[in-house]
């Protein structure tokens, strides 16, 4: 949660630390610049990077199914990161949510780039949920005279027009959006180019449909380049032609885990893009509203409440509302959303400096670092990985920045907090969660196994925010035709802390009647008391076996799939 952080505590000495905690927190910092080993005084006070045990839950192995960081990692694909082997490299680094931009490009392209990206999940055993980005119901300048970039000079008075057949020049520019010269005023400003170019309103012609407007500073325009009305409410579609043939002739057809809605600035825009969707691939497509301008600020309890997750996309919104504001909306619809247990994604320039670079700035270092910080479940990378030279090193520099900074996280208090803020009395499931929650604080537990149809319990335990990560086991329903374990394992990989993974039927059967018959768990065509208790125990013995448990460790179990809701606390064995 924003602000809730801790000062590292664990349990320690006078001196500053026992020899096994440093010994653990040494061995964790591999490839750090600091060697906290140095020195005698390394027992008698704390270095001021000391920053615990952080990476507690990971396999060495460079190829673990599971990643270093609980923070899930977004990554755009593009022209530099459609191949299989770059796919794999990144999968491997922490991506665990591929998205498709379609404000470019064309579906056959995307398909491509899709396949690969399915391939190189059964090459390397890594699950990677499809994330589609609608090109949404954008404005842009039109065509240029010639093709060719113009130079617009600081107060030259420009005309705007809602003509967008009509080709630009240094004193006009076309427009796509019909409504301008209604919804602007004199003296309202339209930002443009990514806000590289600043217009400010002289006057309106609503009958021409033409805007005169001054430059307020010097730079060139190309063609078809964004631009911002800031405090306008557009009346432009939810969803356009474009987004419509978009979702169902590729995301659906693709079964795609994720729909990314552009611009939603209420909640009923939510309602109509699962009717386009249909009924059937609403139930398995969650849709993530992008809260782009002052219009969904204005209606975010309402777009958070519809929503299955919320994108803090700060490209268009840092263009609606005052630069300084910024980090106050990125802070406060996080917090709403962690209120929520809606998982909320931050996005936009995140290491945009690793597009030509192998490092970061330390700013940006930093951005990611809050994010994290401030509660969110995911960080985006865009062009860093769409187009950039850097696209693997992006993903596993983020990931160790996530890393770190969960380290740093007080999570029994960001627990507290929720628990504060939450209605009483609690839905049943919910109760549940938050006990299991408390349950693995109190007795120090390293895992919380999960058995998951529809996955709403995980997300539920995620929303809690323990020190123990979450095994998500999904259990295919033997009775439901339609229900598909690994499309809910994929839904998962937006939720911080949650490994989802998928039981194989051999789960179902104890390791007893697996030893006496390889295919015993085939004959368990039903889920029972004794079933949910065989897949129980294998996913504890399968989260040993990759090291996030070792024997003598406390482990919480829960799960609702039979009917009754189940927590129980037992010992690594």
Same mark, same amino acid.
């Given at each position: 949660?924003?602000?809730?952080?801790?000062?590292?505590?664990?349990?320690?000495?006078?001196?500053?630390?026992?020899?096994?905690?440093?010994?653990?927190?040494?061995?964790?910092?591999?490839?750090?610049?600091?060697?906290?080993?140095?020195?005698?005084?390394?027992?008698?006070?704390? #270095?001021?990077?000391?920053?615990?045990?952080?990476?507690?839950?990971?396999?060495?192995?460079?190829?673990?199914?599971?990643?270093?960081?609980?923070?899930?990692?977004?990554?755009?694909?593009?022209?530099?990161?459609?191949?299989?082997?770059?796919?794999?490299e990144m999968l491997k680094g922490g991506m665990r949510v591929a998205r498709f931009n379609f404000s470019h490009g064309t579906h056959q392209y995307h398909q491509e780039t899709l396949d690969a990206l399915r391939q190189a999940c059964l090459n390397t055993g890594i699950e990677c949920a499809a994330l589609l980005d609608t090109k949404g119901p954008e404005i842009?300048?039109?065509?240029?005279?010639?093709?060719?970039?113009?130079?617009? #000079?600081?107060?030259?008075?420009?005309?705007?027009?809602?003509?967008?057949?009509?080709?630009?020049?240094?004193?006009?520019?076309?427009?796509?959006?019909?409504?301008?010269?209604?919804?602007?005023?004199?003296?309202?400003?339209?930002?443009?180019?990514?806000?590289?170019?600043?217009?400010?309103?002289?006057?309106?012609?609503?009958?021409?449909?033409?805007?005169?407007?001054?430059?307020?500073?010097?730079?060139?325009?190309?063609?078809?380049?964004?631009?911002?009305?800031?405090?306008?409410?557009?009346?432009?579609?939810?969803?356009?032609?474009?987004?419509?043939?978009?979702?169902?002739?590729?995301?659906?057809?693709?079964?795609?885990?994720?729909?990314?809605?552009?611009?939603?600035?209420?909640?009923?825009?939510?309602?109509?893009?699962?009717?386009?969707?249909?009924?059937?691939a609403s139930k398995t497509i969650n849709i993530i509203s992008k809260v782009e301008n002052m219009e969904g600020l204005d209606n975010y309890d309402e777009i958070v409440e519809k929503s299955d997750a919320v994108m803090v996309a700060r490209g268009d919104l840092g263009m609606e509302i005052h630069l300084e504001q910024i980090f106050l909306a990125q802070k406060?619809?996080?917090?709403?959303?962690?209120?929520?247990?809606?998982?909320?994604?931050?996005?936009?320039?995140?290491?945009?400096?690793?597009?030509?670079?192998?490092?970061?700035?330390?700013?940006?270092?930093?951005?990611?670092?809050?994010?994290?910080?401030?509660?969110?479940?995911?960080?985006?990378?865009?062009?860093?990985?769409?187009?950039?030279?850097?696209?693997?090193?992006?993903?596993?520099?983020?990931?160790?920045?996530?890393?770190?900074?969960?380290?740093?996280?007080?999570?029994?208090?960001?627990?507290?907090?929720?628990?504060? #803020?939450?209605?009483?009395?609690?839905?049943?499931?919910?109760?549940?969660?938050?006990?299991?929650?408390?349950?693995?604080?109190?007795?120090?537990?390293?895992?919380?196994?999960?058995?998951?149809?529809?996955?709403?319990?995980?997300?539920?335990?995620?929303?809690?925010?323990?020190?123990?990560?979450?095994?998500?086991?999904?259990?295919?329903?033997?009775?439901?035709?339609?229900?598909?374990?690994?499309?809910?394992?994929?839904?998962?990989?937006?939720?911080?802390?949650?490994?989802?993974?998928?039981?194989?039927?051999?789960?179902?059967?104890?390791?007893?009647?697996?030893?006496?018959?390889?295919?015993?768990?085939?004959?368990?065509? #039903?889920?029972?008391?004794?079933?949910?208790?065989?897949?129980?125990?294998?996913?504890?013995?399968?989260?040993?076996?990759l090291g996030m448990v070792q024997e003598g460790d406390k482990v919480v179990g829960v799960h609702r799939i039979v009917g009754d809701s189940i927590m129980k606390i037992v010992e690594c064995h």
């Amino acid at each position: 949660m924003g602000g809730i952080l801790r000062n590292n505590k664990r349990s320690s000495s006078p001196g500053g630390g026992t020899e096994d905690t440093m010994n653990k927190s040494k061995m964790a910092r591999i490839g750090s610049f600091v060697d906290l080993s140095r020195g005698a005084k390394a027992v008698d006070s704390k #270095h001021i990077l000391d920053n615990g045990p952080n990476c507690k839950y990971n396999n060495p192995d460079p190829n673990a199914k599971f990643p270093k960081q609980k923070t899930n990692i977004i990554c755009t694909l593009g022209p530099v990161s459609r191949d299989v082997p770059k796919l794999e490299e990144m999968l491997k680094g922490g991506m665990r949510v591929a998205r498709f931009n379609f404000s470019h490009g064309t579906h056959q392209y995307h398909q491509e780039t899709l396949d690969a990206l399915r391939q190189a999940c059964l090459n390397t055993g890594i699950e990677c949920a499809a994330l589609l980005d609608t090109k949404g119901p954008e404005i842009r300048t039109g065509m240029l005279d010639h093709g060719e970039p113009v130079q617009l #000079h600081k107060d030259s008075i420009i005309t705007l027009t809602t003509d967008y057949t009509a080709k630009g020049n240094e004193k006009l520019v076309a427009v796509s959006y019909p409504s301008l010269a209604k919804h602007v005023s004199e003296g309202s400003k339209i930002l443009c180019a990514d806000g590289s170019i600043t217009f400010t309103v002289i006057s309106c012609d609503v009958d021409a449909g033409t805007v005169q407007v001054r430059c307020e500073n010097s730079a060139k325009l190309g063609e078809r380049k964004n631009m911002n009305l800031p405090g306008v409410n557009v009346d432009l579609p939810t969803i356009t032609e474009k987004d419509r043939d978009d979702l169902l002739n590729w995301g659906v057809k693709n079964n795609v885990d994720f729909v990314a809605a552009s611009f939603v600035r209420k909640g009923s825009d939510i309602d109509y893009i699962r009717e386009v969707l249909g009924p059937e691939a609403s139930k398995t497509i969650n849709i993530i509203s992008k809260v782009e301008n002052m219009e969904g600020l204005d209606n975010y309890d309402e777009i958070v409440e519809k929503s299955d997750a919320v994108m803090v996309a700060r490209g268009d919104l840092g263009m609606e509302i005052h630069l300084e504001q910024i980090f106050l909306a990125q802070k406060r619809m996080i917090k709403r959303c962690n209120e929520a247990g809606k998982p909320v994604i931050v996005a936009t320039q995140m290491l945009e400096s690793m597009t030509g670079a192998p490092r970061p700035t330390r700013a940006e270092a930093t951005d990611v670092a809050n994010s994290v910080l401030d509660g969110t479940d995911c960080v985006m990378l865009s062009g860093e990985t769409a187009a950039g030279a850097y696209p693997v090193e992006a993903v596993t520099i983020m990931a160790d920045i996530c890393r770190e900074s969960e380290a740093y996280v007080d999570n029994y208090a960001v627990f507290k907090n929720l628990i504060d #803020h939450q209605p009483i009395p609690m839905a049943t499931l919910e109760s549940l969660a938050s006990s299991a929650v408390r349950s693995a604080h109190k007795v120090g537990a390293e895992l919380i196994v999960c058995l998951a149809k529809s996955g709403r319990t995980a997300q539920l335990l995620a929303k809690y925010r323990p020190n123990a990560q979450i095994l998500a086991v999904c259990v295919e329903d033997p009775h439901d035709l339609k229900h598909d374990a690994s499309s809910v394992a994929r839904r998962l990989l937006l939720s911080r802390g949650i490994c989802p993974i998928v039981a194989p039927l051999a789960w179902r059967a104890s390791k007893a009647e697996t030893d006496a018959d390889p295919v015993a768990g085939a004959k368990h065509d #039903h889920l029972s008391v004794t079933e949910t208790r065989n897949i129980m125990q294998n996913a504890i013995d399968y989260a040993k076996k990759l090291g996030m448990v070792q024997e003598g460790d406390k482990v919480v179990g829960v799960h609702r799939i039979v009917g009754d809701s189940i927590m129980k606390i037992v010992e690594c064995h």
